[in-house]
């Protein structure tokens, strides 16, 4: 099928079955509301310069697969590359999918009440002032294999690189991804644009990310809310801005966060992590931290939550605090090899000994204290 508009395009329709089909040419590709895909398989599942989306499904039921991973949706020009709203279909797609078009998201996942969803190929998206993923109020599991987002000359400016919010129940899963931010003149007014931000205002759903590496400038790195974490190696870089580098609040699971870069903000602080409820475990390495406004790392554990914290060899400059700590719940705290400008505050150190470990603080601020690893 070769098309100017839409390759297949239904509404409200009963069960559509779909085999040994390929769409392929300039247009959109698929259309389908409120309907089953019942037995939908394509071939080939590829648009070039769609006037609007380049595969839409709203409000479907059933599975929608695609088998050739040279399937490609490339700059769709009014819409969404890949925009799935409501129903629980379950939709597998191994090609690549790009949109360097703006302000469009190119993928856009809104509303859903189940199934599964699988990007197999690289999803990209470059243009300054374009937007990327926006996840809201999903209950599918979602799997992206690959995802790079800007590059270190063209900085994603519209939006945040990844955007989660609206309390979803699924499962996000990145598995590696690439984000490179920037507040610039195609950021909205007043936004702050972040390398991933989840925004849930209550704690709900899942966020894995195998490999994942932020590097923002004028914004945080990374800014989560209110989610289950399985960070297994992330590495932010951010410069510039006047928010926390890196926040974290009330999430529950574990994060291996490092970087050989830089965390710099000049009023906020380079690590804000912020637990009343439920259990977070965090290691923290290789970070080297500048705030002349805020502290290096600034962590309270207060109410129901508890923190397991390991950090090794992370380093701080600035007027304010290396290292603050509010806590008044039984937590977990081991710190080897952090080096501030200024000193570790006597009252960190005891509570440090008061939670079973034992080392010493040297003049300078270098702390070493009991081995161990807070998280895998």
């Not at 490339?74 to 709203?85: C, D, H, L, M, T």
């Not at 644009?193 to 195998?210: F, Q």
Request: charged letters at 10%; aromatic letters at 6%.
């Amino acid at each position: 099928v070769n098309f100017p508009s839409y390759g297949i395009f239904g509404d409200t329709f009963g069960n559509l079955l779909v085999n040994s089909v390929s769409v392929i040419g300039e247009g959109g590709a698929l259309d389908l509301t409120t309907g089953n895909a019942g037995n939908v398989t394509f071939d080939e599942l590829s648009s070039l310069n769609a006037p609007e989306r380049g595969i839409r499904l709203n409000g479907l039921t059933g599975t929608v697969t695609v088998l050739d991973p040279a399937s490609a949706v490339v700059n769709a020009q009014k819409g969404q590359s890949v925009r799935i709203g409501g129903g629980d279909v379950s939709f597998f797609y191994p090609g690549t999918v790009s949109n360097d078009v703006r302000p469009f998201h190119i993928v856009e996942l809104l509303n859903t009440t189940g199934g599964t969803i699988e990007f197999s190929g690289l999803v990209s998206q470059s243009d300054p002032g374009s937007r990327a993923i926006l996840i809201r109020n999903v209950d599918s599991d979602v799997t992206f294999a690959d995802v790079d987002i800007g590059t270190p000359t063209s900085r994603v400016g519209g939006q945040s690189g990844v955007l989660i919010e609206g309390n979803g129940t699924g499962t996000i899963t990145f598995e590696d991804l690439t984000v490179f931010t920037e507040v610039n003149s195609d950021t909205p007014a007043g936004a702050s644009i972040a390398g991933i931000r989840v925004a849930n205002t209550a704690h709900s759903g899942m966020l894995n990310i195998t490999t994942g590496s932020f590097d923002a400038v004028g914004g945080p790195a990374i800014d989560i809310e209110l989610i289950e974490l399985n960070l297994t190696s992330v590495t932010p870089i951010s410069v510039g801005s006047d928010l926390d580098a890196v926040r974290l609040v009330d999430v529950t699971g574990f994060a291996n966060i490092n970087s050989a870069g830089s965390l710099t903000s000049p009023t906020g602080h380079g690590v804000n992590i912020m637990q009343s409820t439920g259990a977070f475990a965090v290691n923290l390495s290789s970070l080297n931290i500048s705030t002349p406004g805020g502290n290096g790392i600034d962590l309270a554990a207060t109410g129901t939550g508890s923190l397991c914290l390991n950090m090794v060899s992370n380093s701080h400059t600035g007027s304010n605090t290396g290292f603050s700590l509010s806590n008044d719940v039984a937590s977990t705290f081991e710190l080897q090899d952090f080096v501030d400008d200024g000193s570790i505050p006597a009252n960190v150190e005891a509570w440090i000994l008061g939670k079973g470990n034992t080392g010493t603080t040297s003049v300078g601020g270098t702390y070493t204290g009991a081995a161990g690893v807070c998280v895998p």
